[in-house]
């Protein structure tokens, strides 16, 4: 079908006067980019790529238009894309056969396909009520590979992957993340380390237990030079590996005289043998006593690494160099617990 409409049959010879000559010009020339856009719409369009369609401001195009795949559309404007009529949900809520990009789905009934459309399209929707987005990991991929239960105002893009399948490329939630991944963390011990020495204690877990303690339950006095028990803490059965920390306050009163001073923790009794991180057997604690001070504390911590398994009573001692002393009720006490319990 041509464009332009043939006003008249010339035969040789004849004249060609001004109005004939105005007749097709206005035909040709000025109506025939008006023809060209009638036919265009109507569908009946010759060769698209023999003509330029020239449409003025507010002009449009009603039939679709289908390029090949050789062709590319270069524009130097912007695009502004038409919002489509509501779909219901529905389990099939069709968005392939929305009549815009942008498409509100209203209603709350569980959708599970998105309709059929070719590849590459994409539809921006946004949710009205509450329905579920059921996830299918072929036709209906969705972020988390979980469901998602929509609530209003909520937008999702999909992309179509042709064949009836689609994609979730983004869920933007309203007011929430679509989803809030739950993090259950593994387990966890904390090493206790020092591995620079020959007497390291190497303690693979952290689990406190076996929590005890003890005081001296009367006076206690002290004699200048000799070590002098205060008090006993009775950790019954122990094995070889087990990781004991232990702790210790003493306040010594009365003496008299300049001279130092020295709590220890010790094994009292018991078949165990033990060892400490200074690679003996005893918690040292030292301080020097002037006749002015009225009242001394002494404070010592340390691990106690069991060598062989056993019984282990420990014992605090008090030694002083002045003229004696006393450690009151309850002055005394020793605390204890397992780091690490074989």
């Known amino acids: 079908m041509s464009l332009y409409t043939v006003i008249k049959v010339w035969s040789a010879g004849e004249i060609l006067t001004a109005a004939d000559l105005n007749t097709e010009f206005a035909n040709d020339i000025l109506n025939g980019p008006i023809n060209h856009a009638s036919q265009h719409a109507s569908g009946a369009v010759d060769d698209i790529k023999a003509y330029f369609l020239s449409l003025s401001a507010g002009g449009t195009v009603a039939a679709a238009v289908t390029f090949s795949a050789a062709s590319s559309i270069a524009l130097a404007t912007k695009i502004n894309e038409n919002k489509g ?16 990009n942008f498409i509100d789905v209203t209603g709350n009934t569980t959708i599970t396909a998105l309709g059929t459309v070719q590849a590459g399209t994409r539809r921006i929707v946004r949710f009205t009520g509450a329905p579920t987005l059921t996830h299918n990991g072929t036709s209906l991929i969705l972020p988390g590979a979980a469901n998602i239960v929509a609530a209003a105002n909520d937008i999702a893009t999909f992309l179509s992957l042709g064949t009836g399948n689609w994609v979730c490329e983004s869920y933007q939630r309203a007011v929430n993340p679509p989803y809030v991944p739950v993090l259950t963390p593994a387990a966890t011990t904390i ?24 005081s001296n339950g009367g006076s206690v006095n002290l004699n200048n030079g000799t070590d002098t028990e205060i008090v006993t803490l009775d950790l019954g059965s122990v094995t070889a590996g087990d990781r004991i920390y232990v702790a210790a306050s003493t306040l010594f009163s009365g003496g008299n005289a300049a001279g130092a001073n020295a709590s220890s923790i010790a094994k009292s009794s018991g078949t165990a043998t033990i060892q400490t991180f200074v690679a003996n057997s005893t918690i040292v604690q030292n301080a020097y006593w002037t006749a002015s001070i009225a ?20 014992k605090l001692l008090f030694l002083t160099q002045g003229t004696g002393g006393i450690v009151g009720i309850g002055n005394g006490q020793i605390y204890a617990f397992f780091l690490k319990k074989q």
């Open 295 to 314: 009242n001394v504390y002494l404070n010592q911590s340390g691990i106690i690494k069991v060598t062989g398994s056993g019984t282990l009573v420990l």
């Open 85 to 100: 009529s509501d779909i219901i949900a529905a389990s099939t809520t069709d968005i392939g056969a929305a009549t815009g």
């Open 191 to 214: 090493p206790l380390r020092r591995s620079t020495s020959p007497y390291a204690i190497d303690v693979a877990e952290l689990a406190m237990t076996g929590e005890t303690s003890a």
